[in-house]
Every structure is written in structure tokens, then in C-alpha cells.
């Protein structure tokens, strides 16, 4: 199985995911664009020593990141009918690779951030949502179209957390769920899981 990484659509879509590091449930919008705006500060200052060192990337994708995905919930959303037939060892084994592979797709997309302008959009929610949807859109270049982003967050007792990135109208969970039932058609769970521990470690096929 050869997932896909177009980097155009991941530098756009992907850069602004860390944006979700600050705890609390007032204004998830604000949340976005004040920690957003602090991240790819950081990013930007310190493009020379990335550069120099691409892994200095990690701690900075590892601190921001894992804390506010659900991961759980996004491997069982792009596993689909398949997780109800996983063991438990192979559910966990699933959400550890999964996150692996954002992770390290997320952290590619955030070094090839070149400073990329960010529109966010109005929000319509009420205080009570569990369930929202943040819109923005990033202008790629200055003879491209802008690419709309809406992230997903639902509400976790005192956070949101991010269960969804719907890029140019296309999920990112549901694209990955298309590939994962083929892949487990083809040689099950473990399969999966294989194929999924070989990508994150560079032995693609």
C-alpha cells in the first residue's frame, strides 16, 4: 500500500495543526489563531536550524500535536467496519502506527511552511456544542487560489480535540479509510499494521 503525500495540500492543510496546544473550550477559534500565529512564528525564526537539523522538528511536533488528537478516534474512523473486528492488540497497535504516520507527515509539511497567509472565516456554533467546525483558508501562492481547510474539534470534557482535517473539501480521515479497507482486504489487519510500521520506519513498497 502506497499512501499518498502531496505536499502542496499538506504544507497548506497541515501547518496549522499544532494550533491546538492551548487547553480550554471558551473560543476554539482564538485558540487556532493565537497559537497558530505563535507556532509558525517559531518556525520561522528558527527556519536556519531546521533547516541545518530537520529532526529538531519532533519535540516541537510531539509537544503540540499529541495532546490534542484524538487518535484513538481517528484510527477507528479510518479503520471503519474493520475496528469492530480487531482485537484489542491490534486496535492499539492501529492508533500508535496511525499517529506515527501523522505525526511524521505533519512534521514534513510544517518544515516546507514558507509563509503561507492564513484567512480565518466566521464560526457558527453555539456555547453548548460538543461538535465544531473551524473554516479557514490559506493562500498557496500568489497566483494560486486560496485552499479552504475546515478542522473538526469535539469537545473532550475541558478540551477540544481535533478528530478531523477537511482539506479542499477532501477529509483526511476519509481518504485514509479508503486506502485502509483495501489494504485489509488484501491482507487483513496485521497487514495493515505491517505496512503501516514499514512506511513510518522509510521501507515503503
Same mark, same amino acid.
Given at each position: 500500500?502506497? %499512501? ?16 491546538? *496546544? ?34 529538531? &522538528? ?40 496511525? #499517529? ?6 505533519? *512534521? ?25 467546525? %473551524?473554516?479557514?483558508? %490559506? *493562500? *498557496? ?5 486560496? &485552499? ?28 485514509? #479509510? ?14 495493515? &499494521? ?10 515503503? #513498497?
Amino acid at each position: 500500500m502506497r %499512501i499518498p503525500i502531496e505536499m502542496p495540500w499538506l504544507v497548506a492543510g497541515l501547518l496549522l495543526l499544532s494550533a491546538f *496546544a492551548v487547553a480550554g473550550v471558551e473560543d476554539p477559534q482564538q485558540m487556532v489563531r493565537e497559537t497558530g500565529d505563535k507556532i509558525l512564528s517559531e518556525v520561522t525564526a528558527r527556519k536556519a536550524d531546521l533547516e541545518a537539523d530537520p529532526t529538531l &522538528i519532533y519535540p516541537l511536533v510531539e509537544g503540540t500535536v499529541l495532546p490534542h488528537f484524538d487518535f484513538r478516534q481517528m484510527s477507528q474512523s479510518a479503520l471503519g467496519r474493520f475496528w469492530r473486528d480487531a482485537t484489542d492488540a491490534q486496535k492499539e497497535a492501529v492508533t500508535n502506527e496511525f #499517529r506515527e504516520l501523522l505525526v511524521r507527515t505533519y *512534521a514534513t509539511a510544517l518544515l516546507g511552511y514558507t509563509g503561507q497567509q492564513i484567512q480565518y472565516l466566521p464560526v457558527k456554533y453555539r456555547p453548548d456544542d460538543s461538535d465544531v467546525m %473551524i473554516p479557514t483558508r %490559506i *493562500a *498557496a501562492s500568489s497566483s494560486a487560489p486560496s &485552499i479552504p481547510i475546515n478542522y473538526r474539534l469535539r469537545r473532550d470534557e475541558s478540551k477540544w480535540m481535533v478528530y478531523d482535517v477537511v482539506i479542499d473539501g477532501v477529509s483526511l480521515i476519509t481518504n485514509y #479509510r479508503s486506502q485502509f479497507a483495501a489494504q485489509v482486504r488484501r491482507s487483513g489487519i496485521d497487514g495493515l &499494521i505491517s505496512v503501516l510500521a514499514k512506511m513510518n520506519r522509510g521501507i515503503d #513498497r
